[in-house]
């Protein structure tokens, strides 16, 4: 059985990461892979710089969602995630202030099936976005 972490970004609540993977843990067996949900704050600390997670989330061959496409943008971030093999889900916010509480956790319930099958299907590192409108672009270089 194979065996994923899924890491959710501190720009994401960490009730999310929580509710997932209790919501996840019974699917597990009949989906026969192992999806493990984390959440980057509560493993790793408050404020922990994306410099400092990446390499730890790579080493475990690691997934993260985030709604920080900074990570995609800015050129020794994105150098990181790739060299350390992380799995990147960007929701891409539909302003500046990032979506509303209830509207991001509905929208990833809503992509969970979606990004079940990125993961199993794609090697780290990757990248991948979507918008609340548009399902998972991969994103290439």
Same mark, same amino acid.
């Given at each position: 059985?194979?065996?994923?972490? $899924? =890491? /959710? ?23 026969? /892979?192992?999806?493990? $949900? ?18 730890? $989330? ?5 997934? $993260? ?15 990181? =995630? ?5 799995? /990147?889900? @960007? ?9 509303? =509480? ?23 590192? @990757? ?11 991969? /994103?290439?270089?």
């Amino acid at each position: 059985m194979r065996k994923y972490k $899924v =890491y /959710i970004d501190e720009n994401l609540p960490p009730q999310l990461a929580k509710g997932l993977h209790e919501l996840q843990w019974p699917q597990n067996k009949r989906d026969n /892979i192992e999806i493990q $949900v984390l959440s980057i704050k509560d493993t790793f600390g408050q404020g922990e710089q994306d410099e400092d997670w990446i390499p730890k $989330v790579g080493a475990e061959n690691g997934i $993260v969602i985030t709604q920080d496409y900074r990570i995609q943008t800015q050129r020794h971030q994105k150098e990181l =995630y790739i060299e350390c093999g992380v799995g /990147i889900l @960007f929701f891409s916010p539909p302003s500046k202030s990032g979506y509303q =509480y209830w509207d991001l956790v509905k929208l990833v319930i809503n992509r969970w099936e979606e990004i079940k099958q990125i993961i199993k299907k794609d090697d780290t590192p @990757f990248a991948y976005r979507c918008t609340s409108r548009k399902s998972f672009e991969k /994103i290439e270089d």
